[in-house]
């Protein structure tokens, strides 16, 4: 084809139409119009982002002010935004062309801005105005007692359980409901439509009013991207949670004010007593049918192993009340929680298997099922169109599900009118329809994060992929590494506000997760949709996804286990700034290293060095742990968790602390891989709950425990993860006496026979330690009572002038001064957590300790201790 001469307009190819005029359309960016690849994008339209923001800022703004401020607002915005609009109408045709184009543009731009602010101060007052409306505040203002009749808006949750001193908080079902009816005391009845949170006690408790009040406190403004998650057993499944959205329940509950934090709602019912619920209405069709889906796909993950039976209802529907405490913050510790939170890779995974990848969705060469099916591009679009409507009903129409249908349905409608698509302008336009139909989204952390995911993948993305391309990284390796490392770029800083702490390791698990994410996803789906009509087809794919499943289940807890996994770090916005910083530092490094191998190389070692700190290494480099250790005691925070020495790589561990993942450091730290005993000294949920950081990843001989098991269950949960890893239990007994290596111990207490203890603290195994000519005394968590009859009882005589002693119950003013002043030990530990509400270690402790010579320790304030050296010279190192 010969090339035009200066002056002539270029040839329009043969059955294309409109060429020339597409070409100048796309000369700006570069790209000749080609037959195989019509609809190339030009520069970016950014029109919409102004008035996407504007929206945005203003619902968050106006959600909460009063009546006359939202007038006002909306008033002024809109006399502005029509008098623009006016202005710039009422010109002539020639005035126009005479009219500098900035000007136009500039009043056209501010026209718009002005009336989505409007709308959207409109809506933010609408949705404001629920809260303020209808009798519930003034009931919640006096905590009167009623009976409502409420409509559920979203799936039961129980809250997750949570470490409370030594016990575990008691767990509550939440629903996020509607009050339609109210009737108070004197029998009257008023009509309403108000949003409540409902708090259900699944245990009768009445001591937990605090602990179920923080978790209102907590939740209440929680959405899908902060899901509630369980780790209750599933024999203990309350009736409530079976409950599905548009359910009617009658409660009769006392209604309080939302506690700080409670935007989304204008007062919490509390309801007492752990009935049945009484149910008034049924569920929509479509949410029975939605219900009956995502139970079949419970029924077919029941028999697959205990990850990913956790695991795939949370991808697939956003399910999580199986996924167990010590898992889900292993996915928080690895940043993975956006793959149990229903969002819009859910929904991107399905559309790409339907309508192949966006990039061909309209070349001639696109790809996906319908392509294959022969089906044309607009029914395409329009059965797309039903894919979302059903994804939404089936995965709950919370936000982050709503969200990610906003912007599938923005992409299919570009589809079926045959336009170019634009991907920043279908980002700012979802952004503008969600905060207008829920201003609530304005405020949350989720949205917040959803938004800047996306419009990182957008537009870091593309440019970070093609420059690691220009340096020779394969194309998939590169598009990869440049979504994981855009994401966490730019999420990083409000992450570090939620959680202060900054993950190292987010950017390898999402990318090494990434490759099982869409089978899993795409295998879920299909065993969802197949159990209703053959469920041993849907248990034989649900066996096929368990696979990248429990890959990703691997990837979490390994991650997480780390050493260096993350660091802990301000959680401000001042802090938030100071990491995009460090971020923008590191990019703009990184951008001259990239064409430096060796440097890269180099700087890979590193961080590798750094996030799993090999303990040879890290022995070199800080002296941690100090060779020749005989005891550490881990910082594990309110809690206790002791290891001792019993070979290279062996150790005794004493308690497991409340953290599965903080135990597991340090024990990672130290070393171990060989557990002969876990001694747990008692049932309390500060000992008990790492259990299966312990038992992770490393061989364990056995475990014994008291034999008294309160509380019942967390013993339950003990003897639960013994089973499933074939761990045999045993019972201590006073004057069992066992060795192991150089470490010997005797048992001291609880003593023998029919005697029963005051409860849990006294029934602790005690034990006296020796090794290396050290002897060392651990307390558990005993009190006065069974110190003083340990001191009288025929083990005493051994408890003379100890080495080192573990004081009992963190520290705590209950000490029997005759017994510390008997062992008068050389050095006593403490292990209590930072700031802790319960004043441990106590003063008085402390006092009467370093009063009989005594060095003392603590782990609030000195970290982990080790003890090393000989009777003759004992040693003490600090993490």
Known sequence: MNAPRAGEEPATPVGVRGAPRRQAVHAASGNRLGVAHPRQEGPTDLRLVPPALAAWATAALMVRVSAGWVTGVVAVCLIVGVALLLTRRGRTPEEGRRAPRAVVWTRASVAAVSLCVAAAAASAGLHGADLRRGPVPALAGRYAQVTADVELTADPRLTRPRI????????????????????GRDGTVVATRTPVLVIVDVDVDVGADADADADADADADADADADVRSGAG?????????????????????VVPALAGGERVAAVLRVRGGGPPEVVGEASAAQRFAGRLREGLREATDGLDADARALLPGFVVGDTSRVPAELDEAFKATDLTHLLAVSGANFTILLALFIGPPGLAQRAERRGLAARLGIPLRVTALVGGVLTLGFVIVCRPDPSVVRAAACGSIALLAIATGRRRSLIPALATAVLLLVLYDPWLARSYGFLLSVLATGALLTLAPRWSAALQRRGVPPRPAEALAAAGAAQAVCAPVVAVLSAKVSLVAVPCNLLAEFAVAPATVLGFAALATAPVAMPVAECIAWCASWPAGWIAGIARTGASLPGAGVDWPGSW?????????????????????????LVGACLVVFLLVVVQPPPLTRVITGWPPPGWRLVMCDVGQGDATVLAAGDGSGVVVDAGPDPVLVDRCLTALGITRIPLVVLTHFHADHVTGLPGVLRGRSVGAI?????????????????????????????????????????????????????????????????VRSAGLTMLLLGDLEPPAQREL????????LRAVDVLKVAHHGSAYQDPDLIRAVAPRLALISAGRDNPYGHPAPSTVAALRAGGATVLRTDEDGAVAVAGTATGLLVARD
């Open 164 to 183: 409370k001193g030594h016990h575990a908080a008691p767990t509550a079902v939440l629903l996020q409901a509607e009050v339609r009816r109210v009737r």
């Open 234 to 254: 599933e024999g203990r499944r309350s009736p409530w949670l079976t409950l599905l959205p548009s359910t009617r329940v009658r409660v009769v509950a006392q």
């Open 574 to 598: 001042t802090g938030a700034s100071l990491l995009a910083l460090v971020t923008l530092v590191v990019v703009l490094v990184g951008r001259r290293l990239v064409s430096r191998p060796w």
């Open 704 to 768: 014994q425990t008291t034999g008294f098991e309160e509380p019942a269950d967390q013993a339950e949960f003990v003897h639960r993860e013994a089973a499933a890893r074939r761990v045999p239990m045993t019972r201590a007994v006073a004057g069992e006496e066992r060795r192991t290596g150089g470490l010997a111990w005797r048992v001291l207490w609880p003593p023998g026979g029919a005697s029963t203890p005051d409860g849990p603290n006294d029934a602790s195994v005690t034990m006296l």
């Open 791 to 798: 001191s009288r009882s025929p083990e005493a005589a051994e």
